[in-house]
């Protein structure tokens, strides 16, 4: 073992400290030269505080907050959406700078509208205060769903939320008086109807023209 270095084992954790070339002062504070000649810093002090200060979550560090979601026009709420409804997500991101909570900023953070696969998945929209919103159209399917954020980017702790909802068919008074869809059946029960009536009229007034119709010879 070096002279310069120490090592002090408790249990499992080891701690180490020491001086030697590769983490001394002259390392710390070394240049190098461009390609004209001219001397700059190498940029190790930069890395070891950044690196330094993500390990202690001083950098880095995201959190969420105030998730919300609505139909489109209303305040937020926890009541069942309707199939093909609009529906508006937001949540709040925060991240770590120098120690202090400030508003989240990227273009990269996706939500998902998931029923064991994801239906719908579209990007968060942010502003100024870190409020990400997405507007979308629920699926035609009913059932459990899930407001789910998972967001994992070199750099950056991961982001996890995730909000249950439920998805609820159209009740019978919410369809269209008349489907388009439908209308080949609306003609076969309304031709049934008067094949009916024209029956009746001749069955009840003009039934001995049928009484006396000729038989066919075999």
Not at 74 to 80: G, I, L, N, R, T
Request: aromatic share 16%; no cysteine; glycine share 6%.
């Amino acid at each position: 073992m070096s002279p310069e270095t120490m090592f002090v084992s408790f249990g499992d954790v080891i701690l180490s400290s020491g001086i030697n070339a590769e983490y001394g002062d002259a390392f710390y504070n070394a240049k190098t030269q461009t390609v004209m000649g001219a001397s700059k810093e190498a940029g190790n002090r930069a890395f070891a505080s950044a690196v330094t200060d993500w390990a202690l979550k001083r950098n880095g560090d995201l959190r969420f907050g105030a998730v919300k979601h609505n139909k489109v026009g209303e305040e937020p709420s926890d009541v069942a959406y309707r199939i093909t409804d609009d529906a508006e997500y937001s949540i709040t991101i925060e991240e770590m700078q120098s120690g202090k909570w400030v508003p989240f900023q990227a273009k990269d953070v996706q939500m998902e509208f998931v029923r064991i696969d994801p239906f719908v998945r579209a990007f968060l929209v942010p502003d100024a205060a870190g409020v990400f919103k997405a507007t979308f159209k629920v699926p035609d399917v009913y059932g459990v769903f899930q407001f789910k954020v998972n967001y994992d980017r070199t750099g950056y702790t991961h982001l996890y939320s995730t909000t249950q909802v439920s998805v609820r068919p159209f009740r019978h008074t919410e369809y269209e008086r008349f489907i388009p869809s439908a209308y080949p059946y609306y003609a076969s029960a309304f031709s049934m109807m008067g094949g009916l009536i024209v029956f009746s009229f001749i069955f009840l007034y003009h039934y001995r023209l049928l009484i006396h119709l000729p038989v066919p010879s075999g």
